[in-house]
């Protein structure tokens, strides 16, 4: 059955009890026939031929360590990556059968920055706060126009015309665009404030440095407030996806296939293959550091492109995964949801650590990143809004994060 057939936009029903979160997780306690636990690993780790790569796993862990070449560090962490990435992309589809699409696809985007918000809060109590800012918005950038355009277009090669549901996603990227929206203001209110100061320019960023840069009291108090707002809506969402209107986000399930992992195990998969993704992906970051000083990379394209593309390989991959099997609901709750994380809890909860730190975190951005980020939500609200997607959609988004990526590279 084709996505077109089996994803109405106006749901498969879900909206009666038995679609409801608390039904799912009272069904998931009861639930017998399950595979055990033995039968879930054997078919986790040895049903595809792709997870031979797996072997690359310890020569990546060793690499660093004996000073191999950067060249085999970058190759050995990107072949153990491969593997990794399918193992989570299956082990979200097994979940999903269980647990819903829009649970799995949220546990998949919460897994996949967890990673994130570790090595943020780490560079924020070491004042790296320009590193943090870059890299979260490259996420957003990536997730928004790499990986959900990447999907469109696997997608479209398969199916002529994929369906979602237009509310969910409507919803989804208005939450975007109110995130994309407390960036603008600061950022305003910054270069408002700056314009009537006549003394040394401090609206420049070094990208690559510990900045010397102190927001003003005003644009610390905007900041810490609109953090607090931003974080009260995250939680209003969440209640929102998930419980009264969990119908809004849910496709058809796929019928006739039976489960070849239980639940738990699915979890426990899941989080385990982040786990050791996180530490491949911290091992090829560290390569490409290294090779980007050696062929004279710009700083800027590292932070905000190449930097994301890696820390999320196995999230991207997952999103495609699931597009080429039709579950866009899932698609659209790595790319989207994985972004609205970042914009609406990771971001401001890195400013209120920094508040009860005493570091400087606000909410402002250089100007240039914050006018790529708006017209990268306004295009992704624009294509979404008919609950559609075809290939020339992903072209779209791919060629605006080409352009991005080459004004980066020249920055």
């Known amino acids: 059955m084709s996505p077109t057939e089996s994803s109405p936009l106006l749901g498969n029903g879900s909206s009666t009890p038995n679609g409801s979160f608390s039904h799912r997780v009272k069904a998931l306690i009861a639930a017998e026939g399950e595979p055990s636990w033995s039968a879930s690993y054997r078919y ?4 595809s031929y792709l997870n031979v790569l797996l072997v690359f796993i310890p020569l990546s862990f060793i690499a660093p ?27 979200t589809d097994q979940m999903s059968s269980k647990l819903g699409q829009t649970l799995a696809g949220l546990l998949n985007a919460s897994f996949g920055n967890a990673v994130e918000i570790i090595v943020s ?14 890299s979260l918005l490259g996420s957003i950038l990536s997730n928004l126009l790499l990986v959900l355009g990447c999907s469109f277009l696997a997608a479209g090669f ?28 600061p950022a305003a209110y910054h270069t408002t404030t700056v314009a009537k100061d006549t003394s040394e320019g401090t609206l420049q960023w070094a990208v690559n440095s510990v900045d010397t840069f102190v927001p003003s009291p005003g644009l610390l108090a905007i900041s810490r407030g609109t953090a607090i707002f931003l974080l009260g809506v995250y939680v209003a969402y969440l209640f929102f996806q998930l419980k009264t209107h969990a119908y809004l986000f849910e496709g058809e399930e796929a019928e006739g296939e039976e489960p070849k992992m239980s639940v738990v195990a699915a979890g426990t998969a899941l989080l385990g293959a982040t786990v050791v993704t996180s530490f491949c992906a911290d091992y090829l970051v560290a390569s490409i550091e290294e090779t980007a ?21 196995a999230e991207h991959v997952t999103s495609v995964w699931m597009a080429l099997k039709g579950q866009m609901e899932i698609t659209i709750g790595v790319c989207v949801g994985s972004s609205i994380q970042i914009a609406t809890f990771v971001i401001p909860l890195l400013v209120i650590i920094g508040w009860a730190t005493d570091h400087g975190m606000s909410l402002y951005f250089a100007n240039f990143e914050t006018v790529t980020l708006f017209v990268s939500v306004f295009l992704v609200n ?5 609950g559609k997607s075809n290939y020339m959609e992903g072209l779209m988004l791919l060629t605006l994060y080409f352009v991005i990526a080459l004004a980066f590279w020249v920055t």
């Open 44 to 47: 986790f780790l040895f049903g």
């Open 65 to 91: 360590h004996l000073n191999w070449d950067a060249a085999l560090r970058f190759s050995f962490s990107f072949l153990a990556i491969i593997p990794l990435a399918k193992l989570l992309g299956e082990a």
């Open 121 to 134: 809060v780490a560079a924020l109590l070491q004042n790296e706060i320009r590193i943090v800012q870059t």
């Open 158 to 185: 398969k199916y002529s015309e994929s369906n979602f549901q237009v509310t969910a996603a409507q919803a989804s990227s208005s939450l975007m665009t109110l995130a994309c929206i407390t960036l603008i203001i």
């Open 293 to 313: 000083e050696r062929y004279s990379i710009p700083k800027p394209f590292i932070g905000l492109i190449l930097l994301p593309i890696v820390a999320n390989a």
């Open 382 to 386: 624009t294509l979404i809004q008919d």
